[in-house]
């Protein structure tokens, strides 16, 4: 179960991963079953498709539809079902395993970034369930993670120019989005319940400069034959919106991720990792 962080890398991940002989991925990325359950979404059909607001409007709107056009371009009738069962039967652990019906000899996973705002509660939930789980948590510098989240909402969606992102906008995100930001919240809820052997983190810039190394450390992890095109590994997946950051907006991404930074440092620091250190000098720099 890869649990994010969003635009921390999980798309190349699931891309590359479905590539390989010994896995076996649901045909969609995002399952968003736990993250539901811990928001108290009404998952009924009725619900969904009356939504004005919300992950349901998301959902129908956006989901569905993709997953349609996806289907009638590769007539795949395997992946149709699939689909049919996702979007219309009952949600429950029944439901959800039939998801991940794999052949012999096969892993399968969910990659769901939403799922690092999930509480304790909704994690010893997962855990007894799931015991043995292998969780990836990728992380990415959180000025570089919000700014970029901060482009796909307002300019992706909402086609703004790069000059419309202000202050308020990035308080806005903030406040709704506090989660996600929350990277030592994210971290203690999840070791909470399963052992750090059990807890994997990569961090995006290792996947910039070197995702060969970046990927083969997963799969050793996760115990998976490595065969692979290296070079289609250095190819970006689903390119986020290009545009650089204006310095207000840095100083300000700064001075809300610094907290996080250092204890990035502190945590990573026993395990020789030299990124968080970086990025603390970066934002230090950056504020002062």
């Known amino acids: 179960m890869c649990i994010g962080a969003q635009k921390a890398g999980t798309t190349w991940l699931y891309a590359n991963l479905a590539k390989l002989p010994d896995v076996a991925l649901p045909p969609l990325k995002e399952i968003h079953y736990f993250d539901e359950i811990y928001r108290k979404v009404n998952t009924s059909f009725f619900a969904r498709v009356s939504a004005q607001e919300g992950m349901n409007k998301w959902w129908w709107k956006e989901k569905l539809n993709v997953s349609y056009r ?3 371009k590769s007539k795949n009738i395997a992946h149709a079902r699939w689909y049919l069962r996702y979007f219309f039967s009952p949600r429950n652990f029944n439901w959800y395993e039939r998801l ?3 052949p012999a000899g096969k892993i ?5 970034p939403d799922y690092c705002i999930l509480d304790k509660e909704t994690i010893q939930f997962i855990h007894e369930r799931y015991p043995q789980l292998k969780i990836i948590y990728l992380i990415r510098n959180p000025v570089d993670r919000a700014w970029s989240a901060l482009k796909m909402r307002y300019m992706q969606r909402r086609a703004m120019h790069i000059g419309d992102i202000n202050e308020k906008l990035v308080e ?9 930001n929350d990277i030592e919240r ?3 809820n999840w070791t909470y319940h399963y052992p750090r052997e059990q807890f994997y983190i990569g961090f995006y810039d290792e996947l910039v400069e070197d995702p060969v190394t970046f990927l083969d450390n997963i799969l050793i992890y996760l115990g998976v034959g490595r065969a692979f095109d290296h070079e289609k590994l250095r190819q970006k997946v689903f390119k986020g919106v290009a545009g650089k950051m ?3 907006i840095k100083l300000l991404l700064s001075r809300k991720s610094i907290d996080q930074i250092r204890f990035l440092k502190q945590y990573s620091s026993r395990f020789n990792v030299k990124y968080p250190e970086k990025w603390l000098v970066e934002a230090q720099r950056t504020i002062s």
């Open 108 to 112: 399968s996973g969910d990659i769901t």
């Open 172 to 180: 806005d995100y903030y406040q709704e989005f506090h989660e996600f």
């Open 100 to 102: 991940f019906k794999t």
């Open 246 to 248: 204006p310095a207000d």
């Open 70 to 72: 996806r289907v009638a």
């Open 186 to 188: 994210t971290i203690d």
